[in-house]
């Protein structure tokens, strides 16, 4: 079965960075485009960062852009999303997903096929 499996949370200060991994399995990872998601406690999940399937599409959200990266590693079959400048208000837990397809960056949670457990980020102000 597909599993998709987050690592690299934690606690950070404010300035600080953090680096999310998300490995996949049971699926043909090359072949779908990824995106990372959060949730805040009381707010509904966004969207923050997405690539294709080969790297040549990256979407982010306005809220991130210019601070964290997305990228990708197909012969490692995972998926990265570099956090710098982290804010109080990154705090979230973070998904990655799956989204078939894969040619583009998609931005809509729909479009998603698999999703993962969740690393937990927190940054103290």
């Known amino acids: 079965q597909v599993q998709l499996v987050e690592s690299g949370g934690g606690l950070v200060q404010a300035g600080g960075s953090l680096r999310l991994s998300c490995a996949a399995s049971g699926l043909t990872f090359s072949s779908y485009a990824m995106g990372w998601f959060r949730q805040a406690p009381g707010k509904e999940r966004e969207f923050v960062a997405s690539?294709?399937?080969?790297?040549?599409?990256?979407t982010y959200a306005d809220s991130v852009k210019g601070r964290f990266t997305i990228s990708r590693d197909n012969a490692k079959n995972t998926v990265y999303l570099q956090m710098n400048s982290l804010k109080p208000e990154d705090t979230a837990l973070y998904y990655c997903a799956a989204a078939a397809g894969g040619h583009y960056a998609p931005t809509k949670s729909q479009l998603y096929d698999y999703w993962g457990q969740g690393t937990q980020v927190t940054v103290s102000s």
């Open positions: 690539i294709s399937r080969g790297s040549a599409y990256t």
